[in-house]
């Protein structure tokens, strides 16, 4: 019983003996152990109770005895039980105790496994079985039986996790393991389980024999010493000095066959086994013979000269029946250039040497198949083959020769011994005059010859060739050639441009009777485009001793060419004069005059060489009259084909024509006319400011005696405040000479441009720029914020500026009385009015100043707000006070770094000059006291310094910049555009940080005003622009000022 029911009871006792009246839980409650069962007995109290009420667990039941036994249990399984006495007023009184069942010998493990296999270990897994009982170690106990030998063996260890290695074990060995657990009873039964290790390559077989016969190998193995596993495939390889080759067979054989083997060949052998790991090593190398009779080797067939000849390789010796063996060489041809064959044979004893063959007699061109044989073995043969050369041919026969006009046809028939392919034939005519040799192919046996000597007598022959030479020549055959002979030798006699041309004739005797052809063809020197001129004259053959032809139509200066032929013959044959003939030159024909191009007072005269040359032009003539008759002319060079007429008049009309001459001196004919007028042009256009909005234009003609008949005008007009460009034109009568272009937009540059329609384009411009008129009233004024005595409003451009913004002008009335007025920059949009009076209403107006003046005035009723009444002011003094200190903590820092940084630049960077830093000052700074209006507070940004450099000496009371010289700081900000009277829009493009700023401060007056009254300061330039940023966090205060740092 354990120690808290131990004090439970206690304590329930001395409860139950102050009641004193014989009731009470059971007495001596006692719990008997047994291995799964507890039983329970006690003693009943004084006064005897209705029943009793046990409870174990979670089960309760009621019992009338005094004793109970508990079944069913796990051994070691504790229990906590409750007794109660239930009396008739249902009191209950309990008594408690608690047990525990004997301890027992474990269950057998619910399964064991292995895992983690190898060849020479394995992992060995349990899982204990679900018992109370704490099991503190285990049995383990294993055999192992290898599965490839006779080796058994076994093991035993201890071990208190749930796995254990097994070592030391051998390849494909059967492993079966025993587990039991141990409890402080002992050790229960055993679970079994069983695996088997991995197998291993095997090691060598080894070959017991190895015999063979007719070209057979018997090989006969046992399996290795170490299998190592299952022998699942043996590998037996073969090999000679041919190569090698291998056969597989299952593991469970030991003997095989290698057949069709090479005879009288010597085979090393060995054999490999191979388990599901791999193949093992070989076996031993085992050497064996081949035997029989083997037929001859490296049979090859050879020419020497135009002869076959064989040869081969004998069989060892060791494999011959030397006295018994013969060669038998069987030898057949196929002779390529007929249909014939030839076979033949011999008989060689067996030598030990390398033995060779050579056929008696070879056929040239013949295809030969040389086989040698082993005792007229056809089977056991080796054969070559050879083709012998080809060989020179024998003669052809001539059949047949018929000639006509220049020419004769040949037929022959093929050499009887071609010994090889005709290639090609070769037909000669002999002649002391003029031989010919014609070639045909070798498929022809007929062909025509040309171009033969007619009336000539040739001596005939043919021969063939093959790829060796050519054969013999065939017997002679003569014959006589027919046809028409060419004419003799051309004599051509010139007279100036005439030629008489003379020939001889061909000789009566010889038939038929030609007809003669007198060609001439000429080259025109005088063009550079290769023109030719040609022509032709016919005669028939006169038995006269010489035939003439005068020829009397040349060109002139034309080189000429004369032939004389014969139809029908070879133009070869044709004869020519034994120079060429140049005609003399002539006058030239007229040039070929173009159109005539005008240029103000000049004329471009153009024109193209004479069509009829009649020789080298070395001269040409311009002639020009006006219409009054007077001529002028010019002469120029032959090569020359244009020519400008100066210094013309205005509205005359000139006729031009021009003549060439060739290098005889004598002048051509003169070309067609041509006529062109000199137009009138544009002298002088002036561009003149009529006024605001109006430009006169005035123009002047060069001449006076005529007239145009439109002009073409265009102008261009920029508006320079608005940046907007626009393009006009229109046509005038010819008769005008005046414009004046109106209703122009002020301050705008008028750029006019114009011509004579279909005149030179000759274009003459002017320009002009129209006067500033006054601006119209800004746009949305409106008020952002206002307090007591301040109200800040905003505005925005007017729609018109109608000329550069100077500044803007602000005014304010209270009961139509001025109350104060101010010029402003014209880069600000934002204004704050102070020093006004608490919930009173005024009236501002916002006028825009350009160079014309103040334009329309934006007017716009504000107000401020009621004062408010004094508040207990002691927390604020503490701010102030508390601020202040900070303040001046800050700027005695900020003077400390500033000194040092200024020290560090040296002489690269000088400190800031004191004439520059007098004019640093707060915004709000009392004005001087010739400052008119005391209550104007303008804010803006650093880059609104960048604008016109007088507008702050001009008006004292708005804020000065932080240097006297501006255009010195737009050199140092490099960001804002100096330029005068810039609108909103052009500001907000010069810098995309100062436009955002700017735009929100239109969008947020109040925030814009505190960001301009923070403590800002130039930081130093960066990569060529520099920047201000801002200090202090921006807080809003009168004491703002502006630093800068070089």
């Keep these: 019983m354990n120690e808290s029911v131990n004090d439970k009871f206690k304590e329930e006792e001395e409860y139950y003996a102050d009641v004193g009246d014989g009731r009470g839980p059971p007495q001596n409650v006692t719990v008997t152990p047994g291995l799964t069962s507890l039983t329970v007995s006690w003693d009943p109290p004084d006064e005897q109770p209705l029943y009793y009420s046990m409870t174990v667990g979670s089960d309760t039941q009621v019992v009338y005895g005094t004793y109970v036994v508990i079944n069913n249990l796990q051994p070691c399984q504790s229990c906590t039980i409750s007794v109660i006495s239930v009396y008739q007023d249902e009191e209950s009184l309990p008594a408690y105790s608690s047990g525990t069942t004997l301890n027992s010998v474990p269950p057998p493990p619910q399964s064991c496994w292995f895992d983690d296999i190898t060849s020479t270990a394995m992992m060995l897994y349990w899982q204990d079985a679900d018992i109370n009982c704490a099991i503190t170690n285990h049995n383990i106990s294993w055999s192992w039986d290898v599965l490839w030998s006779d080796e058994a063996g076994s093991g035993v260890d201890a071990n208190r996790g749930n796995h254990i290695r097994l070592r030391d074990l051998s390849s494909y060995t059967n492993v079966t393991a025993e587990v039991a ?144 063996v013969n060669y038998n060489i069987n030898w057949h041809g196929d002779v390529l250039w ?84 005709i290639s090609e034939y070769e037909i000669n005519f002999k002649n002391d005059k003029k031989p010919k040799t014609e070639g045909a192919d070798g498929m022809m046996t007929s062909v025509t010859v040309t171009d033969l000597e007619e009336c000539e007598d040739y001596v005939i022959t043919v021969k063939a060739k093959t790829e060796f030479d050519w054969g013999d020549e065939s017997d002679s055959y003569y014959t006589t050639i027919n046809g028409i002979v060419a004419p003799s030798e051309v004599n051509c006699d010139q007279k100036g441009y005439t030629v008489n041309v003379c020939w001889t004739p061909s000789p009566a005797s010889c038939s038929p009777k030609p007809t003669y052809i007198i060609t001439w063809e000429g080259d025109m020197k005088w063009t550079d485009n290769n023109t030719h001129v040609a022509g ?171 007239s145009v008949s439109q002009y073409f005008l265009k102008w261009t007009t920029t508006v320079i405040w608005a940046e907007k460009e626009s393009e006009n034109s229109t046509t005038l009568e010819g008769t005008s000479t005046s414009l004046v272009l109106d209703n122009l937009p002020p301050y705008s540059n008028i750029s006019a441009c114009m011509n004579v329609v279909n005149g030179l384009n000759n274009v003459h411009c002017c320009s002009a720029t129209t006067k500033e008129a006054k601006a119209t009233a800004p746009t949305s004024l409106r008020q952002d914020s206002s307090t007591t005595t301040e109200v800040t409003i905003s505005w925005s451009p007017p729609t018109q500026m109608n000329g550069i913004l100077q500044n803007w002008h602000i005014s304010w009335y209270l009961n139509n009385i001025l109350v104060n007025q101010s010029n402003i920059s014209p880069i600000l949009y934002i204004f704050v009015i102070s020093d006004l009076q608490p919930s009173t209403g005024y009236v501002v107006n916002v006028m825009a100043r350009n160079g014309a003046g103040i334009g329309t005035p934006a007017s716009l009723d504000i107000s401020t707000e009621p004062d408010q009444p004094p508040k207990h002011k002691t927390g604020l003094i503490i701010g102030v006070v508390v601020g202040a200190f900070a303040g001046l903590v800050i700027f005695v820092i900020g003077i400390v770094c500033f000194c040092k940084r200024m020290k560090k630049k040296g002489d690269d960077n000088p400190p800031i000059p004191m004439s520059d830093m007098s004019h640093t000052r707060p915004i709000n700074r009392p004005p001087e006291p010739s400052t008119r209006f005391s209550s104007i507070r303008s804010y803006f940004t650093p880059s609104a310094y960048g604008s016109r450099p007088s507008m702050y000496s001009t008006h004292r009371n708005e804020p000065q910049p932080p240097y006297a010289d501006e255009t010195r700081m737009v050199e140092r900000n490099g960001n804002v555009p100096a330029v005068q009277g810039a609108t909103r829009n052009q500001y907000a493009r010069y810098n995309g940080n100062n436009a955002s700023r700017w735009q929100n401060a239109r969008r947020n007056p109040l925030a814009s005003r505190r960001t301009s009254n923070a403590s800002l300061e130039y930081e130093p330039r960066r990569n060529g622009v520099s920047r201000a940023r801002e200090l202090n966090g921006g807080a809003r205060t009168n004491n703002a000022r502006w630093q800068m740092h070089n």
């Design 181 to 324: 657990s141990y409890t402080a009873s002992g050790y229960g039964p055993s679970t079994s389980c069983w695996d088997v290790t991995s197998q291993e390559i095997p090691g060598a077989p080894v070959i017991t024999s190895v015999t063979s016969s007719a070209q057979t190998l018997h090989v006969t193995w046992s399996p290795p010493d170490q299998v190592k596993g299952v022998i699942i495939q043996y590998s037996i390889n073969i090999k000679n000095e041919e190569g090698s080759s291998s056969i597989s067979v299952d593991g469970s054989v030991t003997e095989t066959e290698v057949s069709n083997l090479t005879k009288c060949s010597t085979y090393v052998v060995n054999v490999v086994a191979a388990t599901e790991a791999g193949w093992g090593p070989p076996s031993q190398d085992q050497d064996t013979l081949i035997g029989g009779t083997v037929p001859p080797s490296d049979v090859r067939c050879d020419l020497e000269g135009d002869k076959v000849k064989v040869c081969w390789t004998p069989s060892p010796q060791e494999c011959t029946d030397v006295g018994n």
């Design 338 to 421: 007929s249909s014939n064959e030839v076979e033949d044979s011999d008989v060689m004893p067996w030598q030990e040497q390398q033995q060779c063959y050579q056929l008696p007699s070879s056929v040239p061109y013949t295809n030969y198949s040389v086989c040698v044989a082993v005792n007229n073995e056809v089977g056991d043969n080796g054969c070559c083959l050879q083709t012998t050369p080809q060989a020179a041919p024998g003669p052809p026969v001539i059949t047949e020769v018929t000639s006509d006009s220049g020419s004769a046809n040949v037929t022959w028939t093929p050499p009887e011994e071609a010994n090889g392919v």
């Design 536 to 706: 032709s004259f016919s005669m028939e053959w006169e038995n006269n001793s010489s035939l003439c032809h005068l020829l009397d139509t040349l060109v002139p200066y034309t080189e000429y060419i004369v032939d004389v032929s014969v139809p029908g013959t070879n133009p070869s044959t044709n004869q020519r004069c034994s120079s060429s003939i140049l005609v003399p030159d002539a006058a030239p024909g007229p040039p070929v005059l173009k159109d005539l191009l005008v240029n103000h007072t000049s004329l471009l005269v153009s024109w193209d060489h004479p069509r009829i040359e009649n020789g080298i032009i070395g001269h040409y003539q311009v002639f020009w009259e006006d219409t009054a008759g007077h001529p002028d002319d010019s002469q120029l060079d032959g090569t020359a084909n244009s020519y400008t007429i100066l210094g013309l008049s205005r509205c005359e009309t000139y006729t031009v024509t021009v003549r060439a001459e060739t290098s005889i001196g004598k002048w051509g004919n003169k070309s067609e006319e041509k006529q062109a007028s000199i137009p009138n042009e544009l002298s002088e256009v002036s561009c003149t400011l009529s006024n605001s909005q109006q430009v006169r234009l005035d123009w002047t003609l060069e001449g006076q005696g005529c």
